[in-house]
């Protein structure tokens, strides 16, 4: 952002703020990322001690000044990220925008309702933003491949998943019926919960069937989990593998000599737009 | 269904019936669709509700009558769907025809035995219908790729579960041998239920080796796991990618009118062989 | 085996056995087939129904005839399959020939050492014949793709098995030491035990971390799970697709008109032995 | 390491020496590390003995004085290898130099801290070097195409390793909040614990929702785990299939003298393109 044309003072301090706050390559602006980083982490822990029953006994009033403390360090900083963008309503409703606000609200919510201070661990999700300051392009890029691959398999995902609700509705109720409310399965949402449990093979065994016929039934549903755990893989190594392939090919591209048109094959002698030798 | 001769009038009623209930390009089979699926869901619901022993307790009357009603609802929607198709018969053995009649079984088969009406909530598979209503092509052709992977994968598949069922066999009687029924392992299908439980990795704990020898045998028996679970997601991968393969070349086979060379680019214009013109 | 030379009869009685025994393609073949299977089955259940206390109380005796019964049966089976090959020692020494031995020892054996029967189930393997009955070929060729995936991995299977188990001792030693015997972990057998429930997802909770320490090696010993567990299936999901491909390739095949040389590639024009175009 | 040229005596032990100890090609060499091997095993067996506390009891004093006799068996071994090398300092800071003084510090460190004589088993490690001993070349290519497929997956795990860690925090705090001290989930750390269990499919049970709330959350984050698990799956099967790509094809690119065409089989004489001799 090095402009040769003179600036307004009040311009000014904005672009340098934008520099500090939004950038990652000028030393001040990596500084500034590394404190807000440290801050992040830091507020975060407190909030964990804060949740530990014999720490809050002992440390109780320090930690929660440290955690007023954070919450006006980081409404500072969020005013001053509203005033440095030329947008301020649209980077507010962006989703760094939207985890920023809600890293800050519940402390001001706590002063209303106790408890939900320890929602303040939702700022630990900025901390996504440290792949600005590691090697920027290339973590960005791998998390696109990610991202892309995710989002191409978004349709075969919701179908899939469409398909396994049914499925533990369906298992759920016949579990209930099967194993009934004297072995646990005491309504039909407690026999689906166990049916999520068992199907995504974590398996607490807070519920297991009991009965010989329950646990006939259980047997066929890890089974089936057997294959169908398998799905959601196949579409994501699928997809990482096509999106890691479009990547490679958009790179390996050569262009015609005539007509300029990239996009062709290893083996290509001939431009398939043009015909022109290549 | 655009007919341009004239139709008797029984007929046209009919062919009107059959585009309300059966097509979703329509807005009147649009709603329809829309409100079908809104039922499912509530019915669906009421019989989760009925199912948790302090709802029933309070509002068991209720939710009764609200069951009753829809019972009545599904039967005339399925009343309605069997004369307004050409083949009924058809229509009933099919798919959908056998998941609809068993959505309105359940209630009428609960008035002679009590607890049955909580089959009710296999009327979920409907819901399967959904995807009429969404895009309908983009959803479909996703839904066909997974259904053709795992169609193609069925051998595989069943000679996978036959050797895996057989191990189970082998793995239950040893362990049903070394802990014995002092250990909980009190018969050789309980601890085949033991072994597919630990080959799955679901592992609920609710039976666990405690002789060393035992854990030993178990130790191996995850690690196998380990092996054994790669093998269905293996399979339904190789299988999915090569029927997003196959979807894709499908389309794309185009061969030269001059070297008569294959596996063009959808925008391909000229061979990248010989440079005619495809 | 349609021999037009005449036979001596002693050895045309021992084509016709081996015809009957050991081919599913001839009506007796296939008869005697699936009565073997039928009886393989209802032995399996009769040693598991066995195994349960309240029907052995009960049906003791008869399912105990009914054991004896099988064993008699299938030591004749056994002696026909070996009078009726050429080279018996050589079948002994095969996969089925063992299992077969193995599926009759267990009853002689538990006239001395009680309990031994119940490794009688090692006779469900012979149940693997059945894919001989059904479309023989298709089957065989997909077990021949996961059975030579499997083999072509097994380098990268045993390497990464011995890093799996090394890493086991030294995590299971690490939990010894932080955990101790006060909370479950009494010696490291034990925790190197929990080490492969935990890293292979099993999960049983017969042993969990109590400590904080504890509990923060074991998130760590999840999370590297994570990872590790996707190593064999990459390993098989790439073998397997390459299993695929080298089937698919050598069907592909065109042989060359100069030399017969055979698996050129699709967009071959010439032999790439000889030079001949093809 | 055949050298013609006369040595000096003391360098000439060391040479020996060194063939002994790192080489597996000569018969001393190899039976020197199939002795080592064997020490290892037993000596780590030996440390597993003696945490049982029963045989800790009996055989307490024969375990300590066998494991004092390996200690100053390694430790002699490591002053050997250490005054073999040309740079015993470059050796020591490597990974096997480290796991080899790793492997002797714990029991002269447990005449200080008793009980740290159980980090004995870190030598375990040193079993790695069992792939020099089996044929060597073939494993270790099957290790480098592990270890590289893992090593350029490393960006992409680390941002999904980051991405699952500030989930996990975020769902531990909702947890807390939902599920509460009374159910177990006595602070943010411990929710965190139990939501690594169960996105890992791990599932101890230990610590399981007990509240509706808590179950529906749990229920969403396991189905999440589902497409969670997928992901690195997906990643290091990608990076296998390429890593095993490569190696295919570093080996066999070999260019056309007349028309340049590249990806010719190993087996190739013949351009398949233009019929050239390679």
Redesign the interface.
């Known amino acids: 952002m090095s402009l040769s044309t003179p600036k307004p003072p009040s311009t000014h301090w904005r672009l340098r703020l934008h520099e500090i706050i939004f950038e990652a390559d000028t030393p001040a602006g990596k500084a500034f990322d590394i404190i807000l980083i440290g801050s992040i982490l830091v507020s975060?822990i407190i909030?964990?001690l804060e949740?530990?029953?014999r720490v809050r006994a002992v440390y109780g009033d320090e930690l929660h000044l440290a955690e007023l403390f954070f919450t006006v360090l980081f409404t500072v900083e969020y005013l001053l990220r509203l005033i440095s963008v030329k947008r301020p309503l649209r980077y507010a409703g962006s989703f760094f925008g939207i985890v920023d606000i809600l890293a800050i609200l519940p402390t001001y919510l706590s002063l209303f309702v106790p408890?939900?201070q320890?929602?303040?661990?939702?700022r630990?999700?900025r901390?996504?933003r440290?792949?600005r300051i590691l090697k920027l392009s290339?973590?960005l890029s791998?998390?696109t491949?990610?991202t892309s691959?995710?989002r191409a398999s978004r349709?075969?995902?919701?179908?899939?998943?469409?398909?396994?609700l049914?499925l533990v509705?369906?298992l759920?109720?016949?579990m209930?019926?099967i194993e009934g409310?004297e072995n646990g399965f005491?309504?039909?949402?407690?026999s689906?919960?166990w049916a999520?449990?068992?199907l995504?093979?974590?398996?607490?065994?807070?519920l297991?069937p009991q009965t010989?016929l329950g646990?006939?039934l259980?047997?066929l549903v890890?089974?089936m989990?057997?294959?169908i755990?398998?799905?959601?893989?196949?579409?994501?190594?699928?997809?990482?593998?096509?999106a890691?392939l479009k990547l490679k090919q958009a790179v390996s591209s050569q262009s015609c000599p005539s007509c300029g048109a990239e996009?062709?094959?290893?083996?290509?002698?001939?431009?398939?737009?043009?015909?022109?030798?290549l």
């Open positions: 975060v909030v964990m949740s530990i029953g408890g939900t320890y929602l303040f661990t939702i630990i999700l901390l996504l440290i792949f290339a973590y791998e998390a491949i990610l691959a995710l349709r075969k995902i919701s179908v899939f998943i469409l398909t396994v049914s509705v369906v759920g109720s016949l209930y019926i409310e005491d309504s039909i949402p407690t689906i919960y999520i449990v068992t995504t093979t974590v398996g607490y065994g807070d297991s010989p646990k006939a259980a047997s890890m089974i989990g057997y294959g755990i398998a799905v959601p893989t196949g579409i994501v190594t699928v997809e990482l593998s096509q890691a996009g062709h094959d290893f083996d290509a002698v001939f431009c398939k737009y043009c015909g022109t030798h």
